[in-house]
């Protein structure tokens, strides 16, 4: 009885130290487990925050007739429909440019990638097609860690014209023209946004007069050509009027000088129109050509002589 006595009495001081060694640990554990969830607490809140891009700078990827900064979403199309009438100092008889020097443009746009476009389009002058690309290579934040957003655009344009001479493009490389942009845009607030965008145009078959042409009477003239390479820059910006409607304003300067046939700078402003899904620009300017290196390095139209003309812009924007 005695030994059952003492057997039971080591059996309960064994379980009682057992009790008290998995409580110790269960302490233990508990006091781990707050520590790594105050360290992860801690860690998160010292770790810094991503910093979220600055929405809608401007609401389409066309600015009157200048890319803006933007490249829509991954996956988006677009499909782009540009118009320019003919100048106003037609006057009467040719409706002040509505019924005649027509041009319309038809375009493209994939993003198969983020912050990448890529796109394809036809303009009725010289029956121009266009190759280009865009690519959005910063973009300002609402911390401002990125102050402006930066975007490159690229363009490789080919008349495909008949050649009316017979030799204007003895050579299929002839009918190329490249034009590369940076365009550095800004946000200010919820209603204003401008972007400035230097350009490079590069033309393969200049325009000029060369050594053994004459002039009318019969004077021999001395060769002058257009460079082969012009560089301009182009200033816009966007004012939010209300939630629908944007006014826009854009002006390019020509930097290059020719020795003959200088373009001419362009001034334009328009209003925007936005719907889900649509955006409607209507203008008013001196552009006409609609292909951005045309654009840059034939100008001829003067608004200070009033050449100016009307157009819009209208695209269709689907996200899948």
């Known amino acids: 009885m005695k030994a059952h006595t003492t057997l039971y009495n080591r ?8 009790f008290c060694l998995l409580g110790c640990l269960n ?26 891009p600055v929405p809608n700078t401007f609401e389409n990827i066309w600015l009157l007739d200048n890319q803006s900064v933007m490249v829509p979403t991954k996956g988006s199309f677009q499909l782009d429909f540009m118009h320019r009438f003919g100048t106003i100092d037609g006057g009467y008889q040719s409706l002040f440019g509505l019924f005649g020097g027509i041009n319309i443009r038809i375009g493209a746009d994939y993003v198969p990638r983020e912050d990448l476009m890529v796109g394809l389009s036809l303009t009725e002058y010289n029956l121009t097609w266009e190759g ?20 490159y655009y690229g363009n490789m344009s080919v008349d495909t014209r008949s050649d009316p001479t017979g030799g204007l493009y003895p050579h299929g490389t ?9 365009i550095i845009a800004r946000k200010f607030g919820d209603r204003f946004s401008i972007q400035v965008a230097p350009s490079l145009t590069h033309v393969n078959v200049v325009q000029g007069y060369y050594p053994g042409d004459t002039t009318a009477d019969g004077k ?25 409607l944007n006014l826009l304003l854009n002006y390019d300067q020509p930097l290059t000088k020719h020795l003959t046939n200088n373009p001419n700078p362009n001034l334009s402003a328009g209003l925007e129109i936005n ?31 009033g050449q100016w003309l009307i157009g819009f812009n209208m695209t269709r924007l689907w996200n899948w």
């Open 11 to 18: 059996s309960h001081k064994a379980a009682l130290v057992l």
């Open 27 to 52: 302490f233990l554990n508990a006091q781990d487990s707050t520590a790594v969830k105050e360290e992860a607490t801690e860690a998160a809140a010292a770790a810094p925050k991503k910093s979220k």
């Open 132 to 151: 280009y690309v865009k690519y959005a290579g910063l973009k300002q934040t609402k911390d401002n860690k990125i102050p402006v957003s930066v975007t």
């Open 174 to 182: 002839d009918r190329l023209m490249f034009f590369n942009q940076i």
């Open 220 to 244: 021999s003239v001395l060769g002058k050509e257009m460079k082969h390479d012009h560089f301009a820059i182009a200033v816009s910006g966007k004012v939010k009027l209300n939630n629908t």
């Open 275 to 305: 719907t889900t899904g649509h955006t409607f620009q209507v203008l008013v300017g001196n552009y006409r050509y609609i292909t951005p290196s045309r654009n840059n390095y034939y100008n001829n139209n003067d608004y200070k002589d």
